[in-house]
């Protein structure tokens, strides 16, 4: 829970920051603020850190942590690890605030918004520091209240750069409610308490949390991808089996003339089983002896050449299983809280995808390949721009089921649509891909085009012509206009890295 109104006036009070001057200022991460203030000799909080720190007398770290349900300032004991490379708000308060004196640090009323006032040389800035779990913000003002700049830019309340914002003149309040200052055990200041208990209880700095929060992520990630696997084994079986289904269909045809018509079932003698033993095979009623033999040829035909396209997801699928085990490891052997969370948040954002949930194991998610990817409803499409980005995407980034489509007559770009097991794009997914590969194509200004598609499957790769050139077969035509509110939606929906 964040810090109540009561709790920060305590904190301040022990604090005692009035005279103190800003030494440093980093960011430890996009919710973490910290200042190096050094208080006037002798002021009772800076003797405490003093002593436990062996640092000068005065000398205070002060953790700014804007993160939801745990907003707080405190006085840190501990070492704050820092980014691998400096943010930009920290960047501006090292230009501006840094060796400026602190003349007054309270709070307004009690509505959780801390007003700094601060002098450096003949300029005065105002930081005010609010601790709203859903709106927390850390702002800088010049006296006139016009903002300079924000830990994070927020145009809808208009906290940017050159916004305006003075809370004194819109006083929030807690309505209020009675709240109580918590009752945190041990003898130290109320500051160390609080520092104590949101390291130990799953604050933005605490390490074992974000370790517990890890495991989860990628225990969850493994346990759909074992399931997806499991469903790609079972499908591989049936597809080994497939050649059964040839074996069915000639039987249906050597029988023919003795299937009466309105029949479900045929029994004959399996002349490929050794003794010819009785066999009864199912039929569809409505269809004639041919047309049922058709469909068990079919299946022989799906089985047979979908069996390397599954063997090849299972491949990969595996594959991401010794990746998954990989970043299990790295994430918890890291001992630095703030570069796990940042390779939380890049585990976190990205590989939602699985083997047979969507095309390539992990494409689904924000994996980064070649070209622009595009989120439309739930498929997803991913255009290669040139040459080189359409035969990368060929080589490592789609299979035999993924639905290639291509601007007739023009050069330019290869569309693809990821295929889903058991689903055919609809009409909409595939204007919205016919859209983008006329746009991404030299035929943009001509406004329209024929588009013709195919299965990956289908395309055959010219060795000897230039690189990505493909010849399509069992291609079919599309004609394309270009719509620019799909091409406006669509570039809305594209998915940035």
């Not at 005279?19 to 603020?33: A, E, H």
């Amino acid at each position: 829970m964040s810090l109540n109104w009561k709790e920060i006036n305590l904190i301040l009070e022990e604090l005692d920051l009035a005279g103190s001057r800003i030494q440093k200022v980093f960011q430890g991460d996009f919710n973490v603020l910290v200042l190096e203030v050094f208080g006037r000799t002798g002021g009772r909080t800076g003797e405490k850190a003093d002593e436990r720190t062996g640092g000068a007398a005065g000398a205070q770290t002060i953790l700014v942590s804007l993160a939801p349900g745990g907003c707080r300032i405190n006085r840190s004991l501990r070492p704050v690890p820092k980014t691998g490379k400096p943010l930009r708000f920290a960047q501006f308060l090292k230009s501006r605030v840094v060796n400026g004196r602190i003349e007054e640090a309270s709070q307004l009323g009690d509505n959780r918004i801390i007003r700094l006032l601060l002098r450096r040389g003949e300029i005065r800035y105002r930081i005010y520091i609010r601790l709203w779990s859903n709106a927390a913000n850390v702002i800088v003002t010049g006296e006139d209240g016009v903002i300079l700049d924000a830990m994070r830019r927020l145009p809808k309340r208009g906290e940017v750069s050159g916004g305006f914002y003075r809370p004194e003149e819109n006083p929030a309040s807690s309505g209020g409610k009675d709240y109580a200052i918590r009752e945190l055990p041990g003898e130290a200041s109320f500051n160390e308490k609080i520092d104590l208990f949101y390291t130990e209880q799953g604050g933005e700095l605490s390490l074992e949390k974000l370790r517990e929060r890890a495991e989860r992520l990628i225990n969850g990630s493994v346990n759909r991808l074992e399931a997806s696997l499991e469903r790609l084994r079972e499908k591989e079986a049936e597809y080994k089996n497939a050649a059964r289904w040839k074996e069915y269909g000639d039987i249906i045809m050597a029988n023919a003339s003795a299937i009466t018509p309105g029949s479900a079932w045929l029994e004959a003698a399996d002349f490929f089983s050794p003794g010819n033993a009785v066999i009864r095979i199912e039929l569809d009623a409505r269809k004639s002896p041919p047309e049922n033999a058709e469909l068990c040829y079919d299946k022989y035909r799906k089985g047979k050449n979908g069996l390397k396209d599954i063997q090849e997801e299972i491949q990969n699928g595996a594959a991401e299983l010794a990746k998954l085990g990989e970043t299990k490891k790295r994430l918890l052997s890291e001992t630095n809280p703030l570069v796990l969370t940042g390779l939380l948040r890049k585990a976190g954002g990205g590989r939602r995808g699985s083997p047979g949930a969507g095309g390539t194991s992990g494409s689904a998610g924000a994996e980064k390949r070649p070209g622009l990817s595009f989120r439309t409803g739930d498929w997803l499409i991913i255009v290669g721009r040139d040459a080189g980005e359409n035969d990368e995407l060929l080589r490592r980034y789609v299979r035999g089921n993924d639905l290639w489509l291509h601007a007739r007559d023009y050069a330019g770009a290869y569309v693809f649509i990821k295929h889903r097991p058991g689903k055919t794009p609809p009409l909409d997914v595939l204007l919205d891909g016919g859209n983008l590969a006329l746009f991404y194509s030299r035929g943009r200004n001509n406004g329209s085009c024929d588009c013709y598609y195919t299965r990956v499957k289908y395309l055959r790769r010219v060795k000897t012509g230039p690189k990505g050139k493909v010849i399509p077969t069992q291609e079919k035509n599309i004609f394309i206009k270009l719509d620019q509110k799909r091409l406006k939606k669509l570039e809305d929906a594209r998915i940035r890295y």
